[in-house]
């Protein structure tokens, strides 16, 4: 496609999401929670909108932050570490931010962790200095090491970086991290996190100038919606007036409730968008404060 294609104005918006892996589904579930429905193609690699012009692009997640900067698409769900990886790519080459995280998803979290053999009395980076540091990273750990004051030789790997330090091909590590479980197999133990990473909207650097701009803001807007009822519950309950107040405290993750009068004024009737999980345990302590006839639904969609 000519960057004259690219650059043309455009009333259809183009969001690419990786095609298989950890970020796929969750990706999808989000968009199509956001009210986005697609024709699938017969390639499998673009899928046309239909409920709104945004259509989907399935690609490998490095490629989604080039493919904003070309304007090949438009927006792209990707990991924080990757998108970030790119953006310090760039500031080291001198090339100005042409993309930029727009929002954090709340799925895909991992963290950029630096790990080292479990052998290692570890107190702190200086350890690290005149180290060999395997990584598929290279820019997220070249700016931390420059940020600690600590010179090592970073071993740009493209996978397996965690057999690494077994196969004497490194020292110490600086790998995405989950569970922990893949380091611990390999003798290697997290010492200090670079990044704390989860899925995110990456967009332009500039907003857009055409009709992607009410696509791109409406988008958002039922995104930001999907995003905050996510692990929302709407409790319902009724209590004595007296007992509202120890009731309330018990529910700081709550909304302000709506609350009316049943019974006269004695008995009132409260009704909150609570946004932790409402477990068992929650519902029994507001029994013994005084709440009945307790009830948690769940939300379906919410616009502010
Ligand atoms: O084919 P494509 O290039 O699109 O996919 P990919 O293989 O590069 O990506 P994929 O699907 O593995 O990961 C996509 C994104 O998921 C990453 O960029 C991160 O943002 C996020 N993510 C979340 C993770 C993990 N958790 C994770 N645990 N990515 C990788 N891992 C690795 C980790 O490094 C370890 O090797 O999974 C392994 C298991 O981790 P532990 O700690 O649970 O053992
Ligand atoms: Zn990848």
Redesign the pocket.
């Known amino acids: 496609m000519s960057p004259v294609a690219n650059s043309a104005v455009r009333d259809r918006l183009r969001i690419a999401i990786?095609?298989?892996?950890?970020?796929?589904e969750p990706a999808r579930a989000l968009l199509a929670s956001s009210g986005l429905s697609w024709r699938e193609s017969r390639d499998k690699l673009f899928c046309y909108g239909e409920s709104l012009p945004v259509d989907l692009l399935l690609?490998?997640?490095?490629?989604i932050p080039g493919l904003i900067a070309e304007g090949v698409c438009d927006l792209g769900i990707?990991?924080?570490?990757?998108l970030r990886e790119l953006i310090n790519e760039r500031e080291e080459s001198g090339k100005p931010a042409a993309f930029r995280e727009w929002r954090a998803l709340g799925f895909?979290?991992?963290r950029l962790s630096i790990a080292v053999p479990d052998a290692w009395d570890w107190q702190s980076p200086t350890q690290l200095a005149g180290k060999r540091i395997a990584t598929t990273y290279p820019n997220q750990l070249r700016a931390w090491l420059r940020a600690q004051g600590v010179q090592a030789d970073i071993v740009m790997l493209n996978g397996s970086?965690?057999i690494a330090p077994r196969l004497g091909q490194a020292d110490a590590i600086c790998?995405?991290?989950?569970?922990?479980?893949?380091?611990?197999?390999n003798q290697l133990k997290p010492v200090l996190d670079i990044l704390q990473?989860?899925?995110v909207l990456a967009g332009p650097a500039q907003p857009f100038a055409d009709a992607r701009a009410d696509l791109a803001d409406l988008l958002l807007r039922r995104m930001d919606g999907v995003l905050r009822i996510r692990d929302s519950k709407l409790l319902m309950f009724q209590a004595p007036r007296e007992a509202v107040n120890e009731l309330l405290q018990l529910l700081p993750d709550a909304e302000p409730p709506t609350v009316c009068a049943v019974d006269g004024a004695d008995t009132l009737a409260l009704q909150a968008l609570c946004h932790g999980a409402m477990t068992w345990q929650r519902l029994e302590d507001l029994k013994r404060a005084g709440a009945r006839g307790l009830m948690v639904l769940p939300v379906e969609r919410m616009l502010a």
């Open positions: 990786q095609k298989s892996g950890r970020l796929s690609v490998r997640d490095d490629d990707v990991g924080r570490n990757v895909g979290g991992c970086v965690e790998d995405l991290v989950s569970s922990g479980a893949t380091l611990a197999a990473s989860e899925a």
